[in-house]
């Protein structure tokens, strides 16, 4: 299983699915053959593993497939592993997790029915760690939300006329870049775009597009000028057209997009937060002061200190002369979203 794992990272982390592993034993315990999901609309992790011993004489009978998740029950665009298991012939199915998809999971109970051999739940810890933003996007049906801003070290992320670019340096930039291709959508308020007019592409260090492009999404009930740079993103382009989070998350996760980015600005993301929409937060801080009121975050309806929203701080990071951190909700000091469930932890 933890062979499936490594195997499992090797295929993207963005997209609908989630990263599995799959590897083929013999009855000595003898790895005969190895697969993983590669993306949306190739095989699944069974099926490339399965791929890889047709021309054994026996093919896959007999064999034991272990596997990071319950193998799937339905037809997306590729088959059910759970069927493409069943007519290999394999003898045993071990498994982490259980599929939580409604219209995924179930294909520890086909194989059973079909006199396979099945175990569930082996290292399922590290399943719900090495998952746990896509986990959770399929239990809450919502994305995972990743709130980031780069300040001074006074708080502030913009000067008095409204300029905020290049407050970090290069280093700490080029890590948002990174994370943007690690995000499957870039969600930015249309204040943002009116001031700054940014591309919001993920850029090598050369200036040199990356494979991955998160599609940009501006919120806001403002049209954003036909000539904006976003207009010209290679994702393409998601105008919200409201202010209403709840729904367009809700919408996005249906699309497929698991992982959200949130380059603010300030007004968005603390109507993110104030919502109990954050489930993590990469704050970017410069060794510099501006003062005045243009403050990384706004109002989140805190009267008292007693209510203020406690982070856990998971790794502090210096990026040439600034520093990155990553922080995570403490689950007793997150709100209950309106209209829904919370929380960071929970059922993950
Ligand atoms: N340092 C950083 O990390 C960073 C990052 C981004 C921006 N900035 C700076 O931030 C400044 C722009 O600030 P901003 O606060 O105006 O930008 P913003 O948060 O990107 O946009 C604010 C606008 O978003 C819309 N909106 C969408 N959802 C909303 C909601 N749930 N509640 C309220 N409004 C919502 C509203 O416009 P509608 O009227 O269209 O609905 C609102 O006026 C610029 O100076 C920019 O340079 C800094």
Redesign the pocket.
């Known amino acids: 299983m933890a062979r499936g794992f490594e195997l499992a990272a090797q295929g993207p982390v963005t997209g609908g699915n989630p990263q599995v592993g799959c590897v083929l034993l013999d009855d000595t315990g003898r790895i005969v053959a190895e697969g993983w999901h590669h993306g949306a609309g190739t095989a699944h992790a069974e099926v490339d593993a399965l791929s890889k011993v047709a021309d054994r004489p026996d093919g896959a009978r007999g064999l034991t497939a272990v596997v990071t998740l319950e193998p799937c029950n339905h037809v997306g665009r590729t088959g059910p592993c759970s069927v493409a298991l069943l007519e290999a012939g394999v003898a045993r199915v071990v498994y982490s997790l259980s599929d939580p998809g409604a219209a995924s999971g179930g294909g520890a109970a086909r194989l059973r029915e079909g006199g396979v051999e099945v175990i569930g739940g082996v290292l399922a810890d590290e399943a719900e760690l090495f998952l746990h933003e896509w986990l959770a996007s399929v239990r809450r049906g919502r994305p995972w939300v990743t709130v980031?801003?780069?300040?001074t070290l006074d708080g502030r992320?913009?000067a008095s006329d409204?300029?905020?670019?290049w407050?970090t340096g290069t280093a700490a930039r080029q890590r948002v870049h990174e994370q943007r291709a690690a995000s499957d959508a870039i969600l930015?308020?249309?204040?943002?775009v009116l001031?700054?007019n940014p591309s919001l592409t993920a850029r090598g260090d050369g200036g040199e597009l990356l494979e991955h492009q998160p599609i940009p999404v501006v919120?806001?009930?403002?049209e954003i000028p036909a000539d904006a740079a976003l207009r010209r993103h290679p994702a393409g382009l998601i105008e919200a057209g409201s202010?209403d989070?709840a729904s367009l998350l809700s919408e996005l996760n249906r699309r497929g997009l698991r992982r959200v980015y949130v380059?603010?600005?300030?007004?968005?993301?603390s109507?993110i937060i104030a919502a109990g929409l954050a489930d993590a937060f990469s704050i970017y801080l410069a060794p510099a002061l501006l003062g005045g009121d243009?403050l990384?975050l706004?109002e989140l309806g805190i009267p008292t200190i007693a209510q203020a929203r406690r982070l856990r701080i998971d790794s502090i990071e210096q990026l040439g002369d600034d520093l990155l951190i990553l922080a995570t909700p403490r689950a007793s000091s997150v709100p209950v979203p309106s209209g829904g469930r919370h929380s960071l932890t929970e059922g993950i």
């Open positions: 980031k801003w780069a300040s992320a913009a409204g300029t905020s670019q407050i930015v308020g249309t204040g943002t001031a700054d919120v806001g009930e403002r202010r989070l380059e603010g600005g300030p007004t968005l993301a109507a243009k990384a706004g």
